[in-house]
């Protein structure tokens, strides 16, 4: 893996981070029309609220789209598998596919979150169902 640059942590997605140290996937869910909302934004892009309750996401859910990432010009440890993850709360975020051969990965392959540290830097990513 890549050196991590660790987030830059806001009053928006504070709630986000403070979940993942927690082995929490923690959304952000609109208090007056109940849209949930990621990547967690100031005001609801749906009624224009500025109230948000927070709701833990099942972790699960498929594989929307994925690339194989390869650094241009360095030499990487391996392929690392990028994807845009669809939960099944319905709200996609992007995120890395690990413990699985890039050629075993495929659009609509469910996926659960697995909370993982890499360069200090702890993030929520993703592996298929049953690998762990
Ligand atoms: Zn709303």
Redesign the pocket.
């Known amino acids: 893996m890549p050196h991590v640059i660790p987030p830059t942590v806001t009053r928006d997605d504070e709630f986000f981070w403070q979940g993942v140290a927690e082995d929490r996937l923690l959304l952000a869910r609109?208090a007056?029309?109940s849209?949930l909302q990621h990547p967690p934004s100031p005001m609801?892009p749906?009624?224009g609220?500025l109230e948000w309750t927070v709701q833990e996401a099942s972790g699960r859910g498929t594989v929307h789209s994925w690339i194989v990432s390869r650094h241009p010009s360095l030499t990487d440890d391996g392929p690392r598998i990028v994807a845009l993850v669809e939960l099944e709360e319905g709200v996609r975020l992007v995120s890395n596919v690990q413990d699985v051969d890039p050629a075993q990965v495929k659009n609509d392959m469910d996926v659960e979150v697995v909370f993982r540290e890499i360069d200090g830097v702890k993030l929520p990513q993703f592996r298929p169902v049953g690998a762990g």
Request: glycine content about 0%; some cysteine.
């Open positions: 609109c007056r029309c849209n609801c749906v009624c609220s």
